[in-house]
């Protein structure tokens, strides 16, 4: 199973996490963990507040009350010193790919290594090729402007850019939104390939039942301020907390779970003989 | 590990081009026609006492103190303000801005600051072009409504028009950059939600520096009266 590949330390611990936009409450004395090398899946409805839990995780945000540590870092207490070295280990990919616009791809992938490593151009280059192979972009993308991409192209040169200080922690906003349907299948085997590949820590936000049944380790299901449940999905399926039931219920929840754990069972005997020393 | 915050050279360039170099043709242009009209204005009430050569008094006075530092700041404030508020704003909703601070790039390093010190060095250049081209626009005025010749006008321009004037003109200027990019760049920032939110932002940037260039200069006005220059 997926989940056993974790070794439980923990990477980004949240507690008693609160948060207020004027009265409104998003998030009230929130808890979570996320456990190095899993891929942990944050659900919710519309303004449940995921998208503000993770902009409080990357360090753009920060909630009015409570902890969060990341690589055992307390945030709220961090050093600017201490904040940019947290930042080079930590890569994020964008809903909408967050590309800068002035830059070819190659340059936006190459710009984090020009400006916090010594290395020359050429290896830059290569460095930035070789992520965008990565990320599984096709060569002839790679001197666009991020305008001329389409939307699956533009959130892997994201994905590119994310991943080209060699991060340990990687943030996905939303990676499969917009995505025709094939290039979203893509995305569920991208992000296990990275995982397995390099033992990322992988934090994402997604509507995408699929992607959920086929990559997620973890997901934690968030409502009302709290988190309504942890679990895998199939464990998820289990509960009966209305939060929860409403992506399991209704046809696309059904037919997502009978697809997914169709899948867990044909794919289990290969990872278990992967397993194998 | 991190650099030292430096100076970025290749935005510093690039901006003195688009803000300074590309505005030259419509400076040049815009105050050799303000230096027409003021020639113009003041003709028919010199010619009245026979004062025709005051002219260059005139119109060496009030472009070099005055009009030059102005219009030049306003061009550019309704030319590179706007831009910079439509850049930083679209980079705002596109989440280019939370790119750079979670690839720890400051974005005032990189957004604000080559900028203010493009400006710095784009702006007087600028007054300086537009002080020229508005004494050419008065001194032909000159010649064709009172018969002003080009050498006795500027013999009497340098005798009107001493160093303090053409640099309390030309010190403005640096004010008025700082004005102009402080709050292109602010206004930018203030971006929040989608593409209105940019165009809101980018006419308020132009209004409120147009605005505030205006006091600005005002101030000036007073203080250099009060301190008698």
Redesign the interface.
């Given at each position: 199973m997926p989940g056993q590949r974790s070794n439980g330390e923990a990477v980004i611990e949240l507690h008693k996490v609160s948060t207020r936009f004027g009265s409104h409450v998003v998030h009230a004395d929130l808890d979570l963990e996320v456990r190095r090398a899993e891929i942990f899946a944050l659900i919710g409805g519309s303004g449940s507040g995921k998208s503000t839990l993770l902009r409080e995780m990357i360090l753009l945000q920060k909630p009015d009350s409570g902890t969060i540590r990341v690589f055992s870092n307390d945030l709220q207490t961090l050093s600017d010193e201490a904040a940019l070295v947290l930042r080079q280990r930590c890569g994020v990919m964008f809903q909408h790919g967050g590309l800068f616009g002035t830059l070819t791809v190659k340059e936006n992938v190459g710009l984090p290594l020009r400006e916090h490593t010594n290395l020359d151009d050429d290896l830059i280059d290569e460095i930035a090729s070789w992520k965008l192979a990565l990320a599984g972009l096709n060569a002839e993308a790679w001197t666009q402007y991020p305008t001329e991409l389409s939307g699956g192209m533009m959130k892997r040169a994201s994905l590119a850019r994310a991943l080209a200080l060699d991060p340990e922690l990687l943030f996905l906003d939303e990676p499969t939104a917009g995505l025709d349907p094939l290039s979203a299948g893509g995305v569920d085997e991208l992000v296990r390939k990275l995982r397995d590949l390099f033992g990322l820590t992988i934090v994402m936000i997604t509507h995408d039942l699929d992607l959920l049944w086929q990559a997620a380790d973890r997901v934690a299901v968030l409502a009302e301020g709290k988190v309504q449940g942890v679990g895998s999905m199939a464990e998820l399926a289990g509960m009966d907390k209305p939060a929860v039931r409403q992506f399991f219920d209704g046809p696309r929840g059904r037919a997502a779970q009978q697809q997914g754990q169709r899948e867990l069972q044909a794919r289990a005997p290969v990872s278990a003989s992967k397993e194998k020393p | 590990?991190?650099?030292p915050s430096r100076i970025r050279w290749r935005p510093i360039l690039f901006n003195i081009r688009t803000a300074g170099f590309d505005a030259l043709p419509i400076v040049g242009l815009l105050s050799f026609l303000l230096g027409i009209v003021v020639a113009y204005q003041g003709a028919d009430q010199l010619r009245q006492y026979g004062a025709n050569v005051y002219i260059a008094d005139l119109v060496g006075l009030s472009m070099m103190r005055e009009f030059a530092p102005l219009i030049t700041a306003i061009i550019v404030a309704g030319r590179s303000g706007s831009a910079y508020a439509a850049q930083i704003g679209?980079?705002a909703v596109?989440?280019?801005i939370?790119?750079l601070?979670?690839?720890?790039?400051a974005p005032l390093d990189l957004l604000v600051l080559p900028k203010i010190i493009a400006m710095l060095i784009a702006l007087p250049l600028l007054t300086v072009f537009a002080d020229v081209l508005g004494v050419v626009g008065g001194m032909i005025m000159s010649r064709v409504q009172l018969g002003v010749g080009y050498g006795e006008f500027l013999d009497r321009l340098v005798k009107a028009v001493d160093l303090s004037t053409y640099l309390v003109g030309v010190g403005k200027a640096p004010m008025f950059a700082v004005i102009i990019v402080m709050i292109g760049c602010f206004q930018g920032f203030r971006t929040k939600g989608g593409a209105d939110s940019v165009g809101r932002q980018t006419t308020r940037s132009v209004v409120q520096s147009i605005f505030m260039v205006i006091v600005a200069d005002a101030l000036f006005s007073v203080a250099f009266s009060a301190l008698d220059i």
């Open positions: - | 590990m991190a650099h679209t980079m596109t989440e280019e939370d790119a601070r979670t690839l720890g790039i």
